[in-house]
């Protein structure tokens, strides 16, 4: 199975401060059809998983343009440019690119 | 608007069975994969497996094959997960959520499902 690794664990963030979050997998990610399935989600406390991206920097419907997320092979970010309050979440990477589908273990961006 | 509703709480005793059901509003069943995943307290998440409502066909990861069943009831746009042999580590919440290419763009809000003697 695909390994997704996320740091920090834990990033205390300061309000209008920039944030960024970094996710490896243990093999490259590009699909022998060219897109490399790697997608962010938000899990606000109490909440269901929100898709943030898709396909590494797909910005999905609704999503602040304060989120961008960025990478390629192996190597992933998801960076929020000025923290607000209502962005205290749990995020994860997931990767859709190899049988099983699999997640990040989640990092949680707390304020500082 | 798409939406998935999730049945509600089940507490289920040790080597029992669970079903959990998805119904869906907003969109034709049968155009996107529904796929599982399950949340065990505090805990992050783990991709379960996912059905075709088109066809049928079913994926499962390792970790639960043998043990999980997933299938769509098309008239009346419903998914349902079944877990057999259940075990406290069972205990999670477990939800559906609908994928569009390998992304699941839409989730459901969530069954809690606990194991307890």
């Known amino acids: 199975d695909v390994v997704m690794t996320q740091s920090p664990l834990s990033l205390p963030a300061t309000l209008g401060q920039p944030a960024s979050i970094s996710c490896r997998s243990s093999q490259s990610l590009v699909h022998s059809d060219g897109n490399t399935y790697l997608n962010w989600y938000q899990q606000r406390p109490g909440q269901s998983p929100r898709l943030l991206f898709y396909k590494v920097s797909k910005r999905d419907s609704g999503v602040p343009d304060r989120f961008s997320a960025s990478g390629s092979g192996t190597d992933f970010t998801l960076k929020i440019s000025r923290m607000e309050a209502e962005d205290v979440a749990i995020y994860y990477c997931?990767?859709?690119?190899?049988?099983?589908?699999?997640f990040g273990g989640g990092t949680r961006v707390e304020i500082k | 608007e798409v939406q998935l509703v999730q049945s509600g709480p089940e507490v289920k005793k040790p080597g029992s069975t669970v079903k959990i059901s998805c119904k869906v509003s907003?969109?034709?069943?049968?155009?996107?994969?529904m796929h599982w995943v399950q949340q065990a307290p505090g805990k992050g998440l783990e991709w379960m497996g996912l059905?075709?409502?088109?066809?049928?066909?079913?994926i499962y990861a390792e970790k639960f094959r043998g043990r999980v069943t997933t299938n769509a009831d098309t008239s009346i746009d419903t998914v349902y997960m079944s877990l057999n042999s259940l075990t406290s580590e069972d205990t999670a919440v477990y939800y559906c959520?609908?994928?569009?290419?390998?992304?699941?763009?839409?989730w459901g809000q969530g069954s809690l499902v606990t194991v307890s003697s």
């Open positions: 059905v075709d409502p088109a066809d049928g066909e079913t």
């Open positions: 959520a609908v994928g569009r290419g390998w992304e699941l763009f839409k």
């Open positions: 907003g969109y034709t069943l049968t155009d996107h994969y």
């Open positions: 997931m990767q859709g690119t190899r049988w099983p589908l699999t």
